[in-house]
DNA sequence: TTGTACGCGTTATCAC
DNA sequence: GTGATAACGCGTACAA
């Protein structure tokens, strides 16, 4: 492995007139450039990553939390921010918390090592107050997850409008016994801000609801079929229901068909994500502007790293899409 | 942030007694190891990390080469992967290569600048050729791609046995007019195995296959869905179609049914992966053992940093699973 | 415009 | 058992 002094000697230069090149520095004679850079070339030399991290104190890496890759949102947010960081030269390292409080402080160590430069956090598993004193060591941003008081930048989207429009698009197409499909109900605020902008559409149309179209700890496709063997049973089933994820739509119209029901006709749904499930049931779905939340997020991180300053809160709010199928 | 030197000092020590106690090394009296471990306690002090990779020459790091982190069976097994690095304190640095073949080139310096232990490379977009000199940098791992000269540990799966047992399975239900979509399929050796076993199974059974039941270029849902409006229209249509993916599957089933056609009765379909997709839709399917893949990987990547040897050729063959649904 | 010399924080080597 | 000291490879203040 040819190092910087072995370029140096080569040319018949010193080491300082190679850094100098190899950064861009000015002051360098065209000649003396061009004599570097042919015994770089000789050498096949390139700069020791190690050396000049510890030299500079920063690492170009960035370490991005998510629950689990497979999960097709968090994927697509990575996706992005991937993309983007490559684009200005950073790497990213991929931390897995798994939902786990344990998990997630294990990688928090990488911020106090100087592993990475900053982190971005798409989900929180363990409180903020865990989390802050990190914050000494390095910029950490928040992405798709609120907090009150946290001293962070932070990219959201306001999910009581989400589940608001969701519910009033179901409401405008005709529909007034609407039921309500929920995940982790009262965990995630997430989850509670959707219900939050249910209520508040079924409460401006003037319309009721019953306990028994209330479905919650509903996730997976399984669970969105199961739901519907209830609502088949029901005297009085609901025309339409809001649910907060693809996965459990898709689950309730394949069951819901499979049955002989029509959709929208007997059975109306709408679901979240427009992920491609979406897409192949044809299901009217509110859709996260993931690119943007992913693109955002990243630029925030790069601009907190090449600040330098002390962190502070900054909030940036974004707005969702209806994307209308056959599903309602 | 505190160094070593600190907590010496703190603990009227030297560094090397420090050093000693951080890396377990023997020879050091109980009475000091606490007294070092005090002192870093009230310093919370950590080791820097990047002074440790430029000392030790490796960096507890591996990258992981995918096309996108979208695609289901990619974020699979990037999600086994870093689970089991971290299992053993390694990072995982994703790189996405997005099909491009500079992309991916760029990627390489990763390996050759030292920001990384060694490569996992699941597909490859450059010849083996461009790769080749990057071995003297360090191990590389190919997962679910393969190779006849690369002289590095490979973990494949026999996709000729892929498409034979799918097609098997087809003929054994009695379907005799059997249909094939492939991705692309003139560069890709996977896609090319798949059709020969394909092949195989109908020659042995004696079957003959007309050209229009052939289908190229066939990736996604929609790909499915454009494919059943050609095949409802052919006067000799096929019984049964073997796919290369459960999105093409999952496509032909959705459009098919919407159609009024009965699956499996008026159409078999067998698609490939075992996605959320294929469950939703019941699709019978072949499954490949990603978990098994990603883990064998990862041991296998680990197992040649530590080793330290020149890197050699290794073969490690994995079976398949099919999983039967009632779309066969 | 170029070179000298020091430091970034650790760990390995060798003396004691 | 413990402690100087010298690398690891690079960047930069300062001097020339």
Redesign the interface.
Known sequence: MATIQDVAKLAGLSRTTVSRVINNHPYVTEEKKRLVSKAMQELNY??????R??RR?Q?E?IAVYVP???N?FF??L??VM??EA?KKGY??????T?YKKQQER?FL??L????VDGLILTSIENDWSEIEPYLAYGPIVMCNEYNDTAQVPIVFLDQIKGGYIGTKHLIEKGYTKLGFCTGNHKSSRLAHDRHMGFLKALNEAGLQMKDEWFFSSTHS??DGKSTFEIIKELSDPPEAIFTGSD?VA??LV?AATDEGWKVPEDLAVIGFDNQ??A???ELTTVEQPIETIASQTMELMIESIKSKRKSVRKEVLLPFNMIQRSST
Do not use: F, W
């Open positions: 390139v700069p020791n990553s190690s050396a991290r510890l104190q690492t890496t689990r890759i497979t097709p994927s697509h990575v996706e991937e993309k490559a790497q990213l390292i991929l931390c897995q798994r294990n160590e990488l106090k090592t100087k592993q496709i399984q996965e898709a689950g394949k491609p499930l897409e192949l049931m």
